[in-house]
């Protein structure tokens, strides 16, 4: 700890070594106690030295220090010494607490972080179960409505055959081949959605042919070009990290798509050394520094989560009217 004394006009009267050593400097004599801290905190803590002098009772209180040591944060016991039933002067203990103040805010942090993202969970469930429904409705909805109605044509037929005795069979084999293709079609739409609700495509065809996959749906669903390029043939990384990254490509993407009114973008992986990098750009409107800031941005902080889950560095680069770069880099040994 840092101790030293000080007078009834808070002037120092001693230090001890470890004071010495802190501040590089034994000229503190003399030197007014209240310069060791910061000016914001100056009348709180006067109040507090004025009692301990007044009461002739220890206390203790937290402070910032000042720029003579900056950033650095003190637990300090004010303790009296007492002649003639008066508080001559105060030695005063500090003991530095820096490390455990950050700590704590890091942690904070950390809880805030995981309490929106818990949230975010929820609001991608809902969207999912939005989207969900909104394919089954629209899409297999649909096709079994046609499927329904070529029933219904040849029920009719089947009618006219009992009254007539007459068959039509090009009428009957025509709405047969109908329902045939129109089922055909709703297996599709269900090998489709299926595969959107639980992509596998990662472990199907390994990362590499997953992303250039995935780059081709996006073009295809969204018009926008997407050029992907990997510097190697065979990516081979751990299945946790494989799956970080494409992910990452994936909602990215469906940022450009939401948001970046880009013609064109662009994915690049590659490797270098002991680390991934891996960056998607589009040529739209540019992220603003507010929007990448934004806490409630919660694509973006699932990103950032999922890049600090794998000890990844990230940074979001947005200029105006020019596009956005989002580049990432990886350490492979994890
Ligand atoms: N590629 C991009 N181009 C322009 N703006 C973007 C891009 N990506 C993200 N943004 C902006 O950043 C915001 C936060 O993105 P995100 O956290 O993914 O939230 P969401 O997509 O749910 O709106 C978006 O609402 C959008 O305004
Ligand atoms: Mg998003």
């Known amino acids: 700890s840092v ?29 007014n106690a209240f310069e060791l801290i910061q000016e914001d905190e100056q009348t709180r803590v006067k109040e507090i030295i004025d009692r301990v002098f007044s009461d002739k009772q220890a206390e203790s209180f937290t402070v910032r220090s000042s720029e003579v040591d900056p950033g650095r944060f003190y637990t300090v016991q004010a303790v009296p010494f007492i002649r003639n039933s008066a508080a001559e002067g105060l030695t005063l203990i500090a003991t ?29 469930r809902e969207e999912e179960r939005t989207m969900i429904s909104r394919e089954i409705h629209d899409q297999l909805g649909q096709e079994l ?18 009254l ?24 599709n739409s269900v090998r489709r959605i299926a ?21 081709e749906e996006f073009t295809k669903r969204t018009g ?17 990290l494989e799956n970080t990254v494409f992910r990452i490509v994936q909602e990215s993407l469906t940022n450009v798509a939401r948001h970046s009114g880009a013609s064109r973008s662009k994915v690049g992986l590659s490797v270098n050394g002991s680390s991934i990098y891996l960056t998607i750009e589009d040529n739209g409107r540019g992220i603003t520094p507010e929007e990448i ?17 794998v000890n990844g560095k990230l940074t979001i680069n947005g ?5 956005t770069i989002l580049k990432i880099i990886i350490p492979i040994e994890q």
Request: charged letters at 30%.
């Open 3 to 31: 101790i030293f004394t000080i007078d009834k006009q808070f002037a120092m009267t001693g230090i001890n070594r470890s004071f010495i050593n802190r501040y590089n400097s034994d000229e503190i004599i003399g030197m």
């Open 96 to 124: 530095d607490i820096t490390d455990k103040i950050l700590a704590e805010e890091r942690l904070k942090e950390t809880n805030q972080r995981l309490h929106a993202l818990a949230a975010h969970l929820q609001t991608i």
């Open 145 to 162: 409505t046609a499927l329904k109605m070529d029933i219904a044509f040849l029920s009719r037929q089947i009618d006219k055959v009992k």
């Open 164 to 187: 007539s005795g007459k068959p039509d069979w090009n009428e009957l084999q025509d709405g047969l081949k109908s329902m045939s293709d129109i089922t055909d079609q709703t297996i």
């Open 195 to 215: 595969r959107e609700l639980r992509p596998d495509v990662l472990d199907k065809l390994g990362l590499k042919d997953a992303i250039e996959w995935q780059a």
């Open 224 to 240: 926008i070009d997407c050029i992907v390029s990997i510097s190697q043939s065979e990516l081979n990384f751990k299945h946790e």
């Open 293 to 309: 800031d934004n806490a409630k941005s919660l694509g973006l902080v699932g990103i950032k989560e999922r890049a600090y889950s």
């Open 319 to 323: 200029q105006k009217d020019k596009g």
